[in-house]
């Protein structure tokens, strides 16, 4: 069986998965949703056979799993999101449309040879550094719960961050390719460029007031740095700079302050003065936690097997929502309450199994530049999952970064099927040379 | 470079991996912990979708049921309570906005079905799984209806509190509590609960329970506990000799009777017998055996019958005070006892004694039931919803005094109601033992009534423990009659057949 014929087999499985999915839902909220939601599962299976089939052109000898197990996190998110709230699930599957577009155009645009993307690499350096500083510009950009990740025109509101991610993965991977010898001497003027990035993390971190999309970068950057020169010692001086830029933002910024507060010690028994709140006196988490400590309670109500897809308790009898951010940053807990820890795991070994096949293609394609793209973006997307996840789990301070494939939101999605396209390409060569 | 992507590999499968164990912490390790939090609304909310079990009187009366609700695609069970506030006390109050008290909190565990055996958790987890309701567990309480309106009809406009108990099981005949609330107002009209104001008790709420939470002086009802302690511990019998001049000396001062308005006869009675000194209720003896005792063995017969402990009832330990020393609102520890306590006073119930009617219809129902301590509670069955029934078997909590010491005290209690202080509590063809309690709060303030008592002698069906506040009469005179009334209920309903 070659590989696309693997892919679509597979891809079948994922639609059957999506439509018992939403026949769940469906059964489970019948009174107030039409059968017409199973014709989601239907449009759904369409579009990525359309993937596919571009797939077969372009990359016909690419890793057949990534593409199936992507559609099953967009498909899992959906359906979530469709739970949660029919209208969103519209205008998301609208977003895995221009995705799949963005995922085809990426194709066929770099089907002959994407390396030659390295010699544009202080564009792609510029672009990065464009599209990360976007959002503190005055008028356009736009907080939410205090990170200032957002860029509004009109009735259209992204991230712009997400495909400057993929950008700065683009540009890091050719520089640190070409200056790779050098850098590996460990010379104290080759310190430069490194001190100029962790600075511009530390103006990412100033600038967006979001702790997430600094570590996020950051982590990137040390990954490929390291990934490029073998020395953990970059790692260890790059590690040791964050923290002490990140103790510096934690004693000037209030907002970066309360969520590590709120990380350490999200209950209070006393009543405290609440900032939001003009100072009036109430436990923390009745104020500054409340989000992460009932997101805790939704997970926790899951238990080992969950309430089952649309029966999770998300508002109260009379409509009202329990958790904010429920479909963008807390995907994840409201999964949890459905799917319950046996939903979760699984859901998690999707995404570890898609970093393994991601990395897997890092070490069979044979020149260093793909080598560092395709690790580089890997690395990204797993750090990315784990500080989300990590911080609604309470093992990291919590920040507002998306859930790739699963959240709500189009930047987000976008950017992960350019990723994915990315990783189909060196894959492609790194199979085809075999 | 493979070698190094292979770390890279290895350090992102282990963050995936750690958000896995942690996602094992929370939904399962810490999952019960969280759901027990008070501000966890979505287990809240998620309990009204179970089939909450009702509660029943010991008659079959219901005293909770449910109300259904579809709302969004889902069915929610609201609770009403058919008899409004006539068991409020006891069975409380399950609500969205403002949580669960009284035996809607502490059975929780049986109403919403989480009490289950392994086999009924199993079959909860398949009816989660298949989206059944699942249906709570039935609670049948040892609630007498008769009794429990007699109490709250003798208690009228009051400001006290009555509970009755069967001595040989511990079950809970009658828990009364004025002011009281309708738990139907709880979730829309809470503000009516808060306008509660009874007038012979300002500024006090309608939702504290005062037989269990209210603590007050004892006054001569903890003479009981006194006689107790002189007679089990072989230092007195009931015919040791008291001189009485009218008074105590304590620490150089006259300790007076006539302070004591539960005193019945003559100021000073010369030369008495401790069962007559009981009889009368004459300060002056007591205090004389408090100087002999001590506060050690004073109190530690207290604690034998459950002072400065948490009351073991199966109520929500929110709702239940502990009876003991008080400085202010603290409870002495027993090394501060000999610091503060005061050996004379508080051998009569007064200085820095604090009790609930709990407590006190504990000590009488133990002196009732040979000196063998049941424990009080309030559930006598659970019927799930597989129809299986779980008794709750009667626990004995110890053996605070001598079969002997609870023979001789009971004489002396019978004497009260007989030809004591506490003569309207007799009833006629049956034997009532009792104490009268009076207990001043300051001169010239209201008086904290009581009456403790239980009948009949020969072979106790009820002991009963009665409390008022603001009164200006006597125990013997107010609290006595309620307590009779209470007992008369109890003694003309057939006896429970499954105790």
Not at chain 1, 34 to 39: F, I, P, Q, R, T
Not at chain 1, 138 to 163: C, D, M, T, Y
Not at chain 2, 253 to 261: A, E, I, L, M
Request: charged share 15%; proline share 5%; hydrophobic share 45%.
């Amino acid at each position: 069986m070659s590989a696309r014929t693997r892919e679509l087999a597979i891809l079948i499985l994922v639609g059957l998965i999506t439509v018992t999915g939403f026949a769940s839902v469906y059964i489970a909220r019948q009174n107030e949703i039409s059968a017409g939601s199973l014709s989601y599962a239907g449009f759904f299976f369409a579009l990525y056979l359309i993937a596919h089939l571009v797939g077969r052109l372009t990359v016909p000898d690419a890793d057949p799993y990534l593409l199936p197990m992507a559609a099953l996190l967009t498909g899992v998110g959906l359906t979530e999101i469709y739970r949660l709230n029919p209208t969103d699930a519209l205008r998301q599957g609208l977003w895995v449309v221009i995705g799949v577009a963005g995922f085809a155009v990426t194709l066929i645009a770099l089907r002959h040879d994407f390396r030659r993307l390295e010699s544009y690499k202080y564009l792609f350096g510029l672009s990065a550094l464009a599209l990360l500083f976007l959002p503190a510009l005055p008028k356009i950009g736009h907080s939410i719960n205090g990170a200032r990740l957002w860029v509004r025109v009109g009735p259209l509101q992204f991230q712009p961050g997400e495909l400057g991610k993929i950008a700065m993965i683009v540009f890091l991977a050719a520089y640190l390719h070409s200056k790779q010898e050098v850098l590996a001497l460990g010379r104290l003027k080759d310190f430069g460029p490194l001190l100029a990035i962790w600075g511009c993390a530390m103006l990412v971190l100033v600038a967006t007031h979001d702790l997430g999309s600094a570590l996020l970068f950051f982590g990137i950057f040390l990954a490929i740095l390291y990934l490029a020169t073998s020395r953990l010692l970059y790692v260890g001086v790059g590690t040791a700079l964050f923290l002490v830029g990140s103790a510096g933002v934690y004693e000037t910024t209030a907002h970066v302050r309360s969520r590590v507060i709120i990380w350490l010690h999200p209950w209070t028994t006393q009543a405290i003065p609440c900032p939001t709140r003009g100072g009036q006196l109430m436990q923390r988490q009745e104020c500054e936690s409340f989000q992460l400590v009932k997101s805790l309670y939704s997970i926790a109500q899951g238990g080992f097997t969950g309430t089952g897809l649309g029966k999770g308790t998300f508002s109260v009898p009379n409509g009202n929502t329990l958790i904010p951010d429920l479909k963008t940053d807390f995907i994840f807990s409201a999964l949890a309450q459905e799917l319950g820890l046996v939903g979760i795991a699984a859901l998690l070994l999707v995404l570890m199994l898609f970093v393994v096949r991601g990395f897997r293609i890092a070490l069979l394609v044979d020149d260093g530049f793909s080598k560092l793209v395709c690790a580089g973006l890997t690395f990204g997307f797993a750090l990315q999952t784990f500080i989300i996840i990590g911080g609604i789990l309470r093992l990291i301070p919590l920040t507002g970064i998306t859930l790739p494939f699963i959240s709500y939101g189009g930047s987000s999605v976008v950017a992960n099927f350019i990723l994915l396209a990315g990783l189909l390409l060196v894959s492609q060569r790194a199979n085809e040379a075999r | 470079m493979n070698a190094r992507i292979r770390l890279a590999a290895l350090a992102s499968l282990t963050m995936l991996v750690a958000l896995i164990v942690a996602s094992t912490y929370w939904q399962a390790w810490a999952a019960p912990d969280l759901a027990n939090k008070s501000d966890n609304s979505i287990q809240q909310i998620s309990e009204f979708t179970i089939d909450r079990g009702r509660i029943f009187a010991a008659d079959g009366t219901t005293l909770a049921k449910n109300r259904i609700v579809h709302n969004s695609g889902r069915t929610y069970y609201f609770r009403r309570y058919p008899l409004g506030s006539l068991t409020a006390a006891a069975v409380g109050y399950a609500t969205q906005t403002r949580s669960r008290a009284g035996l809607e909190l502490s059975a929780n565990d049986y109403l919403t079905g989480a009490d289950q055996t392994l086999a009924g958790a199993i079959k909860q987890i398949g009816d989660r799984l298949l989206g059944t309701t699942i249906r709570g567990s039935d609670v049948y309480t040892s609630l007498n209806l008769e009794a429990q309106r007699i109490a709250t009809q003798a208690l009228g406009s009051n400001c006290g509190a009555a509970i009755a108990i069967e001595p040989s099981t511990g079950r809970v005949l009658a828990l009364v509590t004025k002011p009281t609330y309708n738990p139907n107002d709880v979730e829309g009209h809470y503000d009516r609960i808060l306008r509660i104001n009874s007038p012979s008790c300002k500024g006090s709420s309608a939702l504290l329970d005062r037989a269990t939470q209210g603590l007050y002086p004892p006054g001569s009802a903890f003479k009981v506990v006194t006689a107790a302690a002189a007679l089990d511990s072989g230092r007195f019998t009931p015919s040791s000799i008291f001189h009485d001049p009218g008074y105590c000396i304590e620490y150089g001062q006259k300790v007076n009777n006539y302070t004591n308005p539960d005193q019945l006869g003559p100021e000073a009675f010369g030369t008495l017998s401790l069962a007559t000194g009981f009889q009368n209720s004459v300060n002056s003896v007591f205090c004389n055996i408090g100087k002999a005792l001590l506060m050690p063995t004073l109190m530690n017969y207290a604690r034998r019958f459950g002072f400065d402990q948490t009351p073991s009832i199966d109520l929500p330990s929110n709702a239940l005070a502990i009876s003991g020393l008080y400085k202010g609102t603290r409870l002495l520890s027993p090394r501060e006892e000999n610091q503060y306590g005061d050996p004379g006073r508080t051998a009569f119930g007064q200085s820095l004694l604090l009790v609930t009617p709990l407590q006190m219809a504990m000590v009488a129902a133990t002196v009732a039931n040979n000196g063998k301590e049941m424990q009080p509670h309030l559930v006598d069955r659970v019927r799930r919803s597989n129809g299986d029934i779980v008794r709750i078997k009667p626990q004995m909590l110890g053996q605070p005094i001598k079969p002997e010491t609870a023979i001789e005290l009971t004489q002396m209690m019978e004497s009260v109601v007989s030809g004591g202080t506490g003569t309207a509590a007799a009833i006629p063809g049956v034997r009532v033992a009792g104490k009268t309690g009076t207990a001043e709060n300051g001169i010239g303030q209201p008086n904290t009534t009581w009456f403790i008592s239980f009948a009949p002698a020969d072979a106790p069906r009820v002991a009963v423990a009665v409390v008022l506040q603001n009164q200006t009469g006597t125990g013997g005179t107010t609290a006595a009659p309620i307590a009779r009334e209470i007992m008369q209920a109890i003694l003309s309903s057939a006896p429970n057949s499954n105790s």
